[in-house]
């Protein structure tokens, strides 16, 4: 009787009738959709850089199948590391957002500070759509290192899997996207499931996800206790923190922004003789877990158009649309304050995209960060702004408790919890911040700038201390190694 096929033995990347195929989908996509809508062609061009670049790395490997040796060096397969071990990173590479930096900074992390590797590296762009914007805002080294990458060849029954997404995202998906691993997790050697969450919890069926898993990286110690509170398998946590690129965010390599000519004046009368004056500066995305409500209750009671300050808010659209102008507005309005007599604070919102290479410019703009958080799963604008010397206002729960502290900035406190009223995680719990802390807080800082200027320096040694890509590089090969170890000795 005929033997069934090895399954760990099969390829998982494309057959060369699928390279063909989608090579020939793509080319008819381009150039049909180039006549109707312009967004979808870039979006199109972009998938087929990296279908091109996989199509060729085939191609290469057909070549050395049939003993035909390439004309260069240059025209080899990536040559990270001699070694058969081989790591899948599956994260929305493409596309901006945090589980997107949070790839990026452990790809480079290793890619840069990791010696002798004994695994190569090659990478899937999942999780979430792509974006153009968000690819052209990467780095030339950065994209050249994400093509190359992308054409490593792989054995599965060699390689190990990371599926850094939420678990919605992992096999089999429960939304359009490419699964995690890509065909189930019997054919590959391990399987790491990277991911966070904002509340007290985990959902159930992000439970029974999490658990199909070998292991799961979160980041902070919050997590690890939430997430085995919720169900999952204390044996399959692990603790892994995140890197901040402390050499690129980097106050002294960088003159600031020009924030009048990216930002667009809501409240206030707008700059002064004296210029913008104090400046404070918050980053996220327009949900409500953000708290922006909380900044701007904060924000307006507590200042007015006769303090030298002004307020930036860098934000995009999440399930919403971009007329933040207007929102705000109307916010004032339900707030029903009394206006005061010199006038609103000035507000500036920048809903324009902010390429990531310009992000330490941004940054260095600042006078000091602020963001009054419901609950994050790391708070990258957060490490962002540490490792830029700002002096850091956020909430004291789930992720900043991790890396910030009253030695290196301002842990805002938490007044109480409050029930997530809507979307996925309804029914859970988050903080509310203090908005009479908070205005408590942004006096001060402005108010005292030695002091914010001493913590702000204390929080970038910190970030360089404990959270540089070296430092995590090291924490992140040890654990890939120990488990390709554990696999080899059964």
Request: hydrophobic fraction near 40%.
């Amino acid at each position: 009787m005929d033997q069934p096929p090895d399954r760990s033995k099969r390829p998982w990347r494309f057959s060369s009738f699928v390279y063909f195929s989608s090579i020939v989908f793509l080319l008819l996509a381009i150039f049909t959709l180039s006549f109707t809508t312009a967004g979808l062609y870039k979006t199109q061009s972009l998938r087929f850089t990296f279908t091109a670049s996989r199509f060729y790395s085939y191609l290469q490997s057909r070549l050395k199948f049939y003993n035909v040796t390439p004309k260069s060096k240059s025209e080899t397969l990536n040559p990270a590391s001699s070694s058969s071990h081989c790591v899948l990173w599956m994260a929305p590479f493409l596309s901006s957002g945090g589980y997107s930096s949070e790839a990026w900074s452990y790809i480079l992390s290793l890619h840069h500070h990791l010696k002798n590797p004994r695994f190569r590296i090659t990478i899937e762009h999942h999780g979430d759509l792509e974006s153009v914007e968000f690819w052209n805002g990467l780095a030339k080294e950065t994209k050249e290192l994400a093509i190359e990458m992308y054409k490593t060849q792989c054995s599965p029954n060699e390689t190990i899997v990371v599926c850094h997404s939420e678990p919605g995202a992992w096999y089999p998906p429960l939304f359009e996207t490419l699964p995690c691993p890509p065909t189930g997790y019997e054919d590959f050697l391990s399987v790491i499931g990277r991911t966070m969450f904002e509340t007290d919890r985990v959902n159930p069926e992000h439970v029974e996800r999490c658990n199909q898993m070998d292991h799961v990286w979160v980041p902070t110690e919050f997590h690890v206790s939430t997430f085995v509170q919720s169900g999952v398998d204390s044996s399959k946590v692990v603790k892994i923190v995140q890197p901040v690129d402390v050499a690129f965010f980097d106050p002294s390599k960088y003159e600031p922004l020009d924030l009048m000519n990216i930002g667009d004046l809501v409240l206030g009368s707008g700059t002064k003789k004296s210029g913008l004056g104090f400046v404070f500066l918050s980053v996220f995305k327009w949900e409500q877990r953000k708290g922006w409500d909380v900044l701007l209750k904060a924000y307006l009671r507590e200042f007015s158009g006769k303090d030298n300050v002004a307020l930036f808010l860098l934000t995009n659209a999440y399930h919403s649309d971009s007329d933040f102008g207007n929102k705000i507005l109307d916010f004032v309005e339900e707030l029903n304050l009394e206006k005061p007599q010199d006038g609103y604070p000035s507000a500036y919102v920048i809903d324009k995209h902010i390429a990531q290479v310009d992000l330490p410019r941004l940054y260095k703009a600042a006078d000091a960060f602020v963001l009054p958080t419901r609950g994050e799963g790391w708070g990258r604008p957060i490490v962002e702004a540490m490792a830029m010397s700002l002096p850091v206002i956020a909430t004291n729960w789930s992720g900043p408790t991790e890396y910030l502290t009253e030695q290196n900035g301002y842990p805002l406190v938490v007044e109480e919890m409050s029930e997530v009223k809507e979307g996925p995680f309804e029914g859970h719990q988050w903080a509310e911040p203090s908005v009479d802390k908070l205005r408590v807080l942004m006096r001060h800082v402005m108010s005292k700038p030695d002091e914010a200027k001493v913590k702000g320096n204390r929080g970038r040694d910190d970030m360089v201390k404990n959270f540089a890509p070296e430092v995590v590089a090291k924490v992140v090969a040890d654990q890939i190694d120990r488990i390709f170890d554990e696999k080899i000795r059964r």
